[in-house]
């Protein structure tokens, strides 16, 4: 982690568990280390998007139990931490090691270790591996990615598996559905709300998609 942004220590409860974190809550800070960065940091950040796709997946544990799972865009690393605490073997990917850093700290705090962290440039990407999920919070924001995206789905899913995403409703996601479409994956997408970190008392809709190929 990045030595001189102020992190917050945060607890969050997840089905029935807590699970700790520490993000960078100041914008301006950030705002200010990513001057001096090749990528927006935006993964130091903690993203209803993940809690949302964690919460689904403590309700839903046999889709990680004992499954291969690749996290894109990992970030602080909660969704992969509750994946692997659910019994599966996880890879979390990121291109920013300073968020690879992050998702170590994650995993350390709640004693996790069943995860692996290799770099993950989406548009270079070269692990020959498939997984049996693969997971992703608030990564089809910017559409310059959803090609490259949609190729990672292709060469990473294994037979019979599936890929779950959340967004907070950006104005890329339809668009991103209706590519993943034409690509040929069965597209369902429900929608759910978790509080909203800044307001917690209002609730923020988040959308799941649940990707599979048809």
Known sequence: MTPNLPLTRRTIPIGNDTFILDSVDDED???AHAESATHFPFGLMLWESAIALALHLTQNPALAAGKSVLELGAGLGLTGVVAASLGATVTQTDHDQTAL??????AALNGITNITRPPGDWHAWTDPSRYDLILGADIAYDAENHAALLAIFDHALAPGGRILLTDPHR??????IAAARTAGWSVTRTNTTVPDLKAPT???????LDLHRS
């Open 101 to 106: 850093d992050a998702c170590a700290r994650t």
């Open 171 to 176: 104005e890329n996601l339809p668009p991103f």
């Open 29 to 31: 800070a950030l705002l």
């Open 202 to 208: 209002n609730p923020r809709p988040i959308a799941l």
